[in-house]
């Protein structure tokens, strides 16, 4: 499992995006899940950080989904239209 920081904004999302897709490469998984339970502060590059992830792991023949997306911003990815993409871990 792959584990968001408690922040994830502009400022932190390609530190944060290169520690997830350096997870993902180590991932043996078939089903690669993304834990945003502890994510409290966040912008819409949170939704462009999980985009990119989602995108590695389909093209490594791997599923995704995230657990614990906050509610604003399962919001905001429904805003965007992109809700379906990110579909919670079950």
């Given at each position: 499992?792959?584990?968001l920081p408690s922040?994830?904004?502009?400022?932190?999302?390609?530190?944060c995006?290169?520690?997830?897709l350096q997870g993902l490469k180590a991932h043996r998984e078939p089903t690669v899940v993304v834990d945003a339970t502890g994510l409290?502060?966040?912008?819409?590059?949170a939704l462009a950080v999980l985009l990119e992830c989602r995108r590695e792991a389909l093209a490594s023949g791997?599923?995704?989904s995230v657990q614990g997306l906050p509610t604003a911003l399962r919001g905001m990815a429904g805003?965007?239209?992109?809700g379906i993409l990110?579909?919670?871990?079950?």
């Open positions: 499992m792959l584990v922040e994830l904004t502009h400022r932190q999302a390609s530190a995006l290169s520690m997830l409290k502060a966040f912008d819409s590059s791997k599923s995704f805003l965007y239209g992109v990110i579909t919670p871990a079950g």
